[in-house]
């Protein structure tokens, strides 16, 4: 009796909640039922929200990052008026619920089982997880976004565009001799002293613009954290360049004494990635990478590589922003 | 033969001693009715509105037999909400606060200093180390317990091994001998945090440090519920007893009592609460500290009745300050930065009045 019951209050609850009416299988491999039209939609963590500024900027309910008015300037209309939510951890869950997304989207981070995914699904949410790294995973990450979105086409013209993009710089640096070959140290935190090993996809962008990685390791790639180097190892290793992460960075690397002592800095081969709208190299991951990769490339091989800041970079706008950027933009962006 | 407290020397005039006893007396019953107001009423708030007749319903169904069972018609959201995010919230909150002013009220008891708690000890120090571990190698939610308790455990045996080689007595070898360990695992987790991985962990970590109900499930609430209930209700069977703490050993020894080991016991009990909630809701500092002085100025300083009121108040301060935490931004406000910027300047205001009392009242 009690048990008939219960069903029908499940029953009940069932038909008041809209109908599952597709599975999906995310990029984690799980079973996810979700709402055939998707009109709402809430990403927990910043690399897949940055995706879907460029796919479907007019589904969110919001952006999990805050954005300075710098930063606003150089995102797409739809994204300037979204209100700032939070991502994982920070949201109200309460308004979480208010905001009634149908499917929520999670980073698929390796190998950690996800909080995120266990609290969604204990709300009656959708959750599908996404890969944002390392960056090959990302063409397959924007059409699995465009399945889930039905925005297939518009998904594939973006992974063709990072597909023809990654390969178009492979080529020109795949018959760099090893000789040529630049030994570069990825400077990840402020002071510069944090750095990435060779293989390990936070600091992928050295192989991706056709360097390699100075710092060797012997442990595997994973939920590693930033490997701590001091100024000793790094005039053992020697580096020919130094990739910073930021620009703050590379201002200080260049004028501190200690620096100085490299021959990467004094021969100024210090390079740092833009960071507007965001950092275009990780923290956020992105497809800004692409770009990075594409002016890293240059500046380490200007005689091999060629890369024309300012055209690149509306193009790469008009393609996932469909945005005409202005000089001031460029000149913003370039800093 | 009730023993008078050695914290409570002030000489009360007459008068006012009835009015302190008629307080005494009434001050638990009315202290648990307020409970209940304070867990209803938060219950009733959050960002999502659900009109207060529905979360009456939604209880209802779920605890009452279902011949009891109201038919009213609420949406399966409003359950959500009810049912997933609400209550074991405020379950959560209120089992860590009457956890961490028993755990309080305890220690501060046995010590016989009310200038101590489980935060100045080191034991959220010491736990959180252990938890911080156990989260960077990955453990199940059992061996992060069980770890939080080793570092609470380890941090309040040496904080009070390192108060006894002082031969001064009073309060200050203690507070000192608490600020030494601390410091040494706060440098710990400041290793633990350096080597954590800065995209995945280390949010997770730092968050957890600064001490959240956020992420509050039903899983947690079972987790710390036993705990509570175990380490709690045991120090509750010894309240009577920590009134002997609180004399000096030499005249509890004259009445009986085995000190020793009703000291450990005391200190196992209140780290395996603070371990427990620290393992659920990371770091939630000052609460165990200044919630046995709200209930002193309630129910007085005789254990038999502070502990329970403790427990109380505990729970009420949790609550109140989650319900602000939870209301106020648009995004969570974590607890332990609520806590600490309360609990700073009210046990400022604490030590003021103490030392201008130790001086004036001479």
């Known amino acids: ?335 | 033969m009730p023993m008078s407290p050695a914290c409570e020397s002030e000489a009360a005039p007459l008068r006012s001693q009835a009015a302190t006893r008629w307080r005494e007396l009434t001050g638990t019953p009315v202290l648990a009715l307020t409970l209940l107001i304070v867990f209803a009423a938060s219950l009733m708030l959050g960002a999502y509105r659900v009109p207060p007749t529905h979360v009456v319903e939604i209880l209802a169904n779920l605890c009452l037999p279902e011949s009891w069972r109201p038919s009213g018609i609420w949406s399966a959201t409003e359950q959500t909400v009810v049912t997933v995010i609400r209550l074991p919230r405020l379950l959560l909150g209120a089992l860590a606060g009457a956890g961490l002013g028993l755990a309080g009220a305890s220690l501060q008891g046995m010590m016989r200093n009310p200038l101590v708690g489980p935060d100045l000890l080191g034991v959220s120090s010491g736990a959180a180390c252990g938890g911080m571990l156990a989260i960077l190698m990955g453990w199940p939610d059992a061996g992060l317990v069980a770890s939080a308790f080793a570092g609470g455990f380890i941090a309040l045996v040496c904080a009070s091994l390192l108060a006894r080689a002082s031969r001064g007595g009073g309060v200050l070898p203690i507070v000192l001998a608490g600020v030494v360990v601390s410091a040494f695992f706060t440098a710990l987790h400041g290793l633990i945090q350096y080597t954590a991985d800065a995209e995945s962990k280390l949010p997770a970590l730092v968050y957890w440090l600064i001490g959240s109900f956020a992420a509050a499930n039903a899983h947690k609430v079972a987790i710390l519920a036993p705990v509570v209930a175990f380490a709690g209700g045991a120090l509750i069977l010894l309240r009577w007893r920590i009134n002997l703490l609180s004399l000096d050993d030499f005249e509890a020894e004259a009445l009986g009592q085995k000190t020793r080991a009703l000291r450990w016991s005391v200190l196992a009990l209140a780290a395996l609460i603070v371990a427990g909630q620290v393992a659920v809701s990371g770091i939630v500092g000052w609460a165990g500290l200044i919630v046995p002085h709200f209930a002193r100025m309630v129910v007085g300083a005789d254990h038999r009745r502070l502990l329970p009121a403790s427990a109380l108040i505990g729970a009420i301060f949790l609550l109140v300050v989650d319900d602000v935490g939870r209301m106020l931004a648009p995004q969570e406000l974590p607890i332990g930065i609520l806590t600490a910027t309360i609990g700073a300047p009210a046990f400022a205001a604490l030590f003021w009045r103490s030392q201008r009392r130790a001086t004036g009242g001479e």
């Open chain 1, 1 to 335: 009796m009690r048990g008939a019951q219960v069903l029908a209050l499940i029953g009940a609850l069932m038909l008041s909640a809209p109908a599952p009416a597709r599975e999906i299988v995310d990029m984690a491999g799980r079973h996810v039922d979700v709402p055939d039209v998707v009109r709402r939609v809430f990403v927990a963590h910043d690399p897949p929200a940055i995706f879907m500024t460029a796919l479907a900027p007019d589904l969110l309910l919001g952006t999990p990052f805050s954005r300075s008015p710098a930063a606003d300037a150089l995102f797409p209309p739809a994204v300037r008026s979204l209100p700032v939510i939070g991502g994982a951890m920070r949201i109200n869950l309460e308004r979480l619920v208010a905001l009634a997304p149908d499917v929520v989207i999670i980073w698929n981070m390796r190998g950690q089982p996800d909080e995120t995914a266990r609290q969604m699904q204990a709300l009656g949410l959708p959750a599908v997880m996404v890969d944002a790294a390392p960056f090959s995973h990302y063409p397959a990450a924007f059409r699995f976004l465009g399945r889930l979105l039905h925005r297939e086409a518009r998904a594939e013209e973006l992974a063709q565009a990072l597909e023809t993009g990654a390969l178009r710089l492979q080529d020109e640096v795949a018959d760099i001799p090893e000789s040529e070959r630049k030994r570069v140290y990825y400077a990840d935190s402020v002071d510069g002293l944090k750095s990435q090993c060779a293989g390990f996809f936070r600091g992928e962008i050295v192989e991706l613009s056709g360097a390699s990685n100075a710092l060797r390791c012997d442990r595997p790639d994973g939920m590693t954290a930033s490997v701590g180097v001091n100024l000793e190892k790094l005039l053992v290793l020697d580096p020919d360049a130094v990739l910073a992460r930021t620009g703050a960075t590379a201002r200080l690397l260049r004028s501190d004494a200690g620096w100085r002592a490299l021959r990467a800095v004094r021969g100024a081969q210090v390079f740092a990635a833009p960071e507007l709208p965001f950092n275009w190299v990780e923290r956020p991951h992105s497809q800004f990478k692409l770009l990075a990769a594409q002016m890293f490339a240059h500046d380490l091989y200007p005689d091999r590589v060629r890369f024309d800041f300012a055209a690149e970079t509306r193009a790469f706008y008009k393609t996932f922003y469909r945005m005409d950027l202005t000089d001031a933009d460029v000149a913003r962006l370039r800093k």
